[in-house]
């Protein structure tokens, strides 16, 4: 079963690309057993970098860039922002050039009323309680939650 029942729903090798590229850009020492080299959809076993695939060198490009190299949609800006919110703890100003960041976070909020992945992205990378309330209430975009 594993991560084939989601790759109709998030771009996986997208997601897994962008975890890689965060984690060798990160600073050594934010990493710990908890951000290290973990990852629930298992960044370390990529075919093929973002650079090489992309041409993509940093996260900041890829959030501006994803649409036009990496073709459009709702997996990769899913994949992006979950690549983003697992490895929150290693972002890094310097990752991001101008208003990169904010004007991808902008796209995930403008989409997360509809949709269960960004809701959860959006949570994840709310930094505090209040933000984390203002998420969409769950049963809105769940099928699962009654």
Request: a negative charge; charged letters at 25%; glycine letters at 10%.
């Amino acid at each position: 079963m594993g991560l084939f029942t989601l790759e109709d729903t998030i771009a996986i090798p997208l997601l897994q690309q962008m975890e890689s590229l965060i984690v060798r850009g990160a600073d050594e020492k934010k990493f710990d057993t908890q951000t290290g080299w973990k990852s629930l959809f298992g960044a370390g076993n990529l075919e093929i970098s973002m650079e090489e695939q992309y041409g993509l060198n940093y996260p900041g490009e890829v959030l501006e860039r994803y649409e036009e190299r990496c073709g459009g949609g709702i997996e990769q800006e899913r994949a992006l922002g979950l690549a983003l919110a697992e490895k929150k703890m290693l972002l890094e100003e310097s990752m991001f050039v101008g208003a990169q960041y904010p004007n991808f976070i902008r796209k995930i909020k403008s989409h997360a009323g509809q949709d269960f992945y960004l809701t959860c992205v959006m949570y994840l990378l709310s930094e505090k309680v209040e933000e984390q309330g203002k998420c969409v209430d769950i049963r809105q975009v769940s099928p699962f939650v009654k």
